[in-house]
């Protein structure tokens, strides 16, 4: 066998290697028992070389069984006694977010994290440590049109490869969209998949491509448990006005509604904020989650009471290449008078618009903030106004405000994006301390400020991690392969 092959077997199968005399039927299990023995899992295995025409090769069966089983066995024993693993996968249109953890009694520790990005044109895969040193970086050839699962495949073998004697146990997910159904992390199971399927169109740029990481992961690893951490989760018990669109009731109850998104997010910030200051964390804060997609969430209590996206993530901020809120009218105009069709205007609002449709140059805030071309200045001119008007909305929905946090991509590391949102909202009795703010401390305003503004890292693999952990800690998990035979059945 030539070059370097890639495989795995599936827990409870079995696996056929067929060929001819001398192929190398062999050679797998003797390469595993020399050079690259299990890192993780448990290998019990039984090996009968099927052979009814060479005495010769049967006898080569033997000889690897004799070699491989004991050592295998001692694989096995050890194994039982592994430290546990979580892996968590953030999948996106154009890149796969993962972190790997070590599950402990109660918490879990960050073992490492990475990116693979530029999924659809030239792939590239990073991998650091916790402390954000390299341990991995590489450029697939250009792949028109990689699948998720094609890219997760050497994501997981990278994986299996790194763990450092801890077993791979459970598969944590963001997944965008949850419905009226999901307000909490559940298993996934072919019922869930399924009812998450349908909630696609609510959320293009997001759920196939979550649920996409789920299918490949099913195909890749059965035997794992796959949970899904939502990010409407988080506002589901906001008041009633504040879930509810002015529609025709039916339509109301036939699910449009409110929802909000990037609440994994929130929800760490919220458990952060608590920590770093508890009494303002029960007090009116509002919260900026500043990313490619962005948002803001009221909260009081911790809890969230309103948020600017809605019942998709198309609604309040302008965002990367979202616009944000937009006159429905507009829509209708694309359609009957431009003669867009559903999928080009789809694709307008999805993917052309916001910071990139404005500038004409670029999604990324920092080639907009290093450019001299007016455009860029037009377009983020628009994203501070547009951020610093729907703060001063939730501020009237909270009966004033007592916290400011900035988090995620620009929120976490655009200075002058955050000092200007912070002049503009100087009627507030907000000052910010340019020092501090230069500096992405984590208190960036004045003991004079009436509010206080924060810097506070979000960290959305950390919050999946903890609710897959608690998950596996309080229910145990369902048949493995329910997902696969489910759809075997279908
Ligand atoms: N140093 C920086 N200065 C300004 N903007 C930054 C910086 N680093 C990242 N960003 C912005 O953050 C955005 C990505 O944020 P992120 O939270 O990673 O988004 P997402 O998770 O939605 O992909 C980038 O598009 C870029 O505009
Ligand atoms: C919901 C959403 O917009 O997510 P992201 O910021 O990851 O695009
Ligand atoms: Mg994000």
Redesign the pocket.
């Known amino acids: 066998m030539a070059g370097s092959i890639r495989w795995s077997v599936p827990r409870r199968s079995i696996l056929f290697i067929v060929g001819p005399f001398g192929s190398g039927k062999n050679d797998p299990l003797r390469d595993a028992a020399d050079d690259g023995p299990a890192s993780s899992g448990t290998l019990a295995l039984h090996l009968t070389c099927i052979n009814e025409s060479s005495s010769q090769s049967w006898q080569r069966g033997l000889i690897v069984e004799d070699r491989v089983v004991p050592h295998l066995k001692a694989t096995s024993a050890t194994t039982l006694d592994m430290p546990k693993a979580i892996l968590t996968l953030?999948a996106?249109s154009s890149?796969i977010?993962f972190a790997l953890y070590q599950l402990g009694g109660s918490t879990q520790r960050l073992l490492s994290h990475g990116v693979i990005e530029g999924i659809g044109g030239t792939p590239r895969f990073i991998a650091r440590a916790p402390d954000a040193t390299v341990l991995e970086s590489y450029t697939w050839h250009r792949q028109e049109g990689s699948s998720h699962e094609e890219l997760l495949q050497p994501l997981l073998a990278w994986i299996t490869a790194h763990l450092d004697g801890e077993s791979l146990t459970a598969v944590g997910h963001r997944i965008v969209h949850g419905g009226q159904s999901f307000h909490f992390p559940v298993y996934i199971d072919h019922a869930v998949l399924a009812a998450l399927e349908k909630l696609i169109p609510l959320a293009p740029l997001h759920q196939s491509h979550n649920l996409a990481a789920v299918k490949a992961m099913v195909h890749l690893r059965p035997d794992l448990p796959q949970v899904a951490c939502f990010d409407t989760a988080f506002h589901h018990e906001m008041p009633a006005v504040a879930r509810r669109l002015p529609l025709p009731r039916t339509y109301v109850e036939a699910g449009m509604r409110r929802y909000g998104f990037h609440g994994i997010s929130y929800e760490y910030l919220a458990s952060r904020l608590r920590l770093l200051a508890p009494t303002l964390a029960k007090g009116r804060v509002i919260m900026a989650?500043?990313?490619?997609?962005a948002s803001l969430c009221a909260m009081r209590h911790g809890r969230s009471v309103d948020t600017t996206m809605s019942f998709t993530a198309l609604d309040g901020l302008m965002m990367?290449t979202r616009p944000g809120s937009i006159d429905a009218g507009a829509v209708l105009y694309l359609q009957q008078t431009c003669g867009l069709d559903a999928a080009a205007v789809e694709r307008m609002l999805y993917q052309e618009s916001g910071?990139l449709g404005v500038s004409g140059i670029s999604?990324?805030?920092?080639?907009?903030?290093e450019s001299q071309d007016p455009r860029a200045r037009d377009a983020i001119d628009l994203f501070v106004y547009r951020i610093v008007k729907e703060i001063g909305a939730l501020t009237s929905v909270l009966g004033g405000l007592d916290a400011l946090v900035f988090s995620?991509?620009?929120g976490?590391?655009?200075a002058p994006?955050r000092s200007e949102i912070c002049d503009a909202l100087a009627w507030l009795g907000v000052e910010c301390d340019e020092v501090a703010n230069d500096h992405h401390e984590t208190l960036i305003s004045t003991s004079r400020s009436v509010v206080r503004v924060l810097v506070i890292g979000?960290d959305e693999e950390a919050m999946i991690a903890a609710h897959t952990a608690d998950l596996l800690r309080e229910q145990s998990s369902p048949r493995m392969n329910d997902c696969l035979e489910d759809r075997r059945a279908s």
């Open positions: 953030n996106g890149s977010k989650h500043l990313g490619n997609g990367g910071l999604n990324d805030m920092r080639a907009l903030l995620a991509g620009i976490e590391h655009a994006i979000t």
